[in-house]
């Protein structure tokens, strides 16, 4: 299937990696389909299906922080299927200023998606650590230090 992005042009991509969201996004309630593209091991991109418009930057967190341990209640994550270690994905938006020493990322609101039954959610934590605006620049920054050893 073809599909138009907002920052890579028209891209030819296969259903199968469509990713349900039943609930939305937070801010975007109304997308339910998502895609993401150009993943590596770091950063990638959550491009809506319906409106190309709307493209989140995430980051694979655990890599960044790797003492970050979101905890969702069960009867939440059930919703997109039984999990296991294999079939979970945790990604963080990220927020890019134009200052980019200013970067921050969401480690209040996690995207956690099920690669297995290809549905995603985004939930709120109870734990007060995490922060809606993390400071990311730093964290990269000993990530790249760390990776480059």
Request: hydrophobic share 40%; proline share 4%.
């Amino acid at each position: 299937m073809l599909m138009n992005t907002k920052h890579f042009g028209t891209i030819d991509m296969d259903d199968e990696h469509i990713i349900t969201f039943e609930e939305g996004i937070f801010g975007f309630n109304d997308d339910h389909r998502f895609i993401i593209l150009y993943e590596n091991d770091l950063l990638c991109w959550l491009q809506s299906i319906d409106d190309v418009d709307i493209v989140l930057p995430m980051i694979t967190t655990p890599l960044i922080f790797p003492e970050y341990q979101p905890e969702v209640k069960d009867e939440l994550i059930l919703r997109i299927g039984d999990l296991s270690d294999e079939d979970l994905m945790v990604h963080t938006i990220v927020v890019i200023p134009s200052d980019i020493e200013q970067m921050t990322t969401n480690l209040k609101a996690p995207i956690i998606i099920n690669n297995k039954t290809k549905k995603g959610m985004q939930v709120i934590l109870e734990d007060d650590q995490y922060q809606v605006k993390h400071n990311l620049y730093q964290h990269l920054k000993q990530y790249e230090q760390k990776v480059g050893e």
